[in-house]
T-cell receptor
Framework: DTEVTQTPKHLVMGMTNKKSLKCEQH?????MYWYKQKAKKPPELMFV???????INESVPSRFSPECPNSSLLNLHLHALQPEDSALYLC??????????????FGQGTRLTVV | DQQVKQNSPSLSVQEGRISILNCDYT??????FLWYKKYPAEGPTFLIS?????DKNEDGRFTVFLNKSAKHLSLHIVPSQPGDSAVYFC????????????FGQGTRLTINP
């Protein structure tokens, strides 16, 4: 099983709304990631969790708040977003280096539209 | 500052022929390289990877070559099939705990029947 499951697939939210994106994997991976991808651009890293602790925050605005409740789940809480935050949000997971093969597996993404 | 570059935005190849996708990087600290395939509105699908201690890795129709002195890697697909039509991203990372993947801009590969 090399599946990373993201919900919802599509989300439309107003600038005053609060919503959450969810990500789940059952591969035993202890590193999980949030990436953002704008149209015709490559994915850009937002956050990295390693052993359920936030290890990298790529200077992401505080209106994006990540959470890793356990080793299988990763959430991204959204509040007071701007229209320019509309993008495809990708979750990924991998083994931590030194434990096994470390290729990252991606979910299908959540297409977010902020209106 | 683009640390990973894919200079060809698009590539068109005849079915059955070899597809060669190229990628250059500037950060000599990168020691792990990956290729992903992506369809529109889907997440990237992992294809193949190579660590800097190797210069070649092969998996079925896919082979990745790494030239560290030139800071260049390439993905060869032989033979090319219509289902290979997609955007291909090269990515690089420094192996230390969790990865921080840096992606190239992508190359759109079209396989013509």
């Amino acid at each position: 099983d090399t599946e990373v499951t993201q919900t919802p697939k599509h989300l439309v939210m107003g600038m005053t709304n609060k919503k959450s994106l969810k990500c789940e994997q059952h591969m035993g991976h202890r590193a999980m990631y949030w990436y953002k991808q704008k149209a015709k651009k490559p994915p850009e890293l937002m956050f990295v969790y390693s052993y359920e602790k936030l290890s990298i925050n790529e200077s992401v605005p505080s209106r994006f708040s990540p959470e890793c409740p356990n080793s299988s789940l990763l959430n991204l809480h959204l509040h007071a977003l701007q229209p320019e935050d509309s993008a495809l949000y990708l979750c990924a997971s991998s083994q931590v280096y030194g434990t096994a093969n470390t290729e990252a597996f991606f979910g299908q993404g959540t297409r977010l539209t902020v209106v | 500052d683009q640390q990973v570059k894919q200079n060809s935005p698009s590539l068109s190849v005849q079915e059955g022929r070899i597809s060669i996708l190229n990628c250059d990087y500037t950060n000599s600290m990168f020691d792990y390289f990956l290729w992903y395939k992506k369809y529109p509105a889907e997440g990237p699908t992992f294809l193949i990877s190579i660590s800097s201690i190797k210069d070649k890795n092969e998996d079925g129709r896919f082979t990745v070559f790494l030239n560290k002195s030139a800071k260049h890697l390439s993905l060869h697909i032989v033979p090319s099939q219509p289902g290979d039509s997609a955007v291909y991203f090269c990515a690089a990372a420094i192996l230390q705990g969790a990865q921080k993947l840096v992606f190239g801009q992508g190359t759109r590969l079209t396989i013509n029947p």
